[in-house]
């Protein structure tokens, strides 16, 4: 199964940016990088993915190192409602996506 | 599109009776999958479908858990007998996929369970 590090938690003051590293070193070279988010109870929720390149949406932005054993998701401006738990995973041995713990995002004024 | 749909939201039961948890996918996606959470096992993948057909069931805990998927819209996971220790909330995804490569999950709201 995929294996990934991921701090337990972090704080964040609103209108700073979040930076949520994770730690990916069993990735093998064709395996994507994911990362989601569940707030409270609700479902998690895709936020983006990548393979090598960095990638950035309406959500975020994704860093991947060069040798692509770990990540850093970048949340540009936090706001309260970006509080939540965020996973990052990776598609280890075909594709399933295996959650780990996550990092608990507290966004505060 | 209405996203993912699961039903019911809440479910309380007594151990012994049959649980049945039923999911409708985001239509077009051929991707679904079956996810339990709770507190100290965290997120699990129980099993997921490629086209309607089962690919991967090795996260099902044990032959009280079944799951079918008779059509492309519609899912079911079915826990018989259930158990305390099946109380969680479980989570029913679907994707897009290509070939065998699945894209983004769009997760549902989810059904808590309750066994007594």
């Known amino acids: 199964d995929a294996k990934t590090t991921q701090p337990p938690s972090m704080d964040c003051a609103e209108g700073r940016a979040a930076n949520l590293p994770c730690n990916h070193s069993?990735?093998?070279?064709?395996?994507?990088v994911y990362w989601y988010r569940q707030i409270h109870s609700q479902g998690p929720q895709y936020i983006i993915h990548?393979?090598?390149n960095n990638e950035t949406n309406e959500m975020a932005s994704l860093i991947i190192t060069e040798d692509r054993k770990s990540s850093t998701l970048i949340l540009p401006h936090a706001t309260l409602r970006d509080t939540a738990v965020y996973y990052c995973?990776?598609?280890?041995?075909?594709?399933?996506?295996?959650f780990g713990t996550g990092t608990q995002l507290k966004v505060e004024l | 599109d209405a996203g993912v749909i699961q039903s019911p939201r809440h479910e309380v039961t007594e151990m012994g009776q049959e649980v049945t948890l039923r999911c409708k996918p985001i239509?077009?996606?051929?991707?679904l999958f079956w996810y339990r959470q709770t507190m100290m096992r965290g997120l699990e993948l129980l099993i997921y479908?490629?086209?309607?057909?089962?690919?991967?069931d090795s996260g099902m805990p044990e032959d009280r858990f079944s799951a079918k998927m008779p059509n492309a819209s519609f899912s079911t996971l079915k826990i018989q007998p259930s158990e305390p220790r099946d109380s969680a909330v479980y989570f029913c995804?679907?994707?897009?996929?290509?070939?065998?490569?699945?894209?983004?999950?769009?997760f549902g709201p989810g059904t808590r369970l309750t066994v007594t």
């Open positions: 995804a679907s994707s897009l996929g290509k070939g065998r490569y699945p894209y983004e999950q769009y």
């Open positions: 069993t990735i093998s070279g064709n395996e994507y």
């Open positions: 990548g393979l090598k």
């Open positions: 995973t990776f598609t280890g041995g075909g594709n399933k996506l295996t």
């Open positions: 239509s077009g996606h051929d991707y």
């Open positions: 479908f490629n086209n309607n057909v089962p690919i991967d």
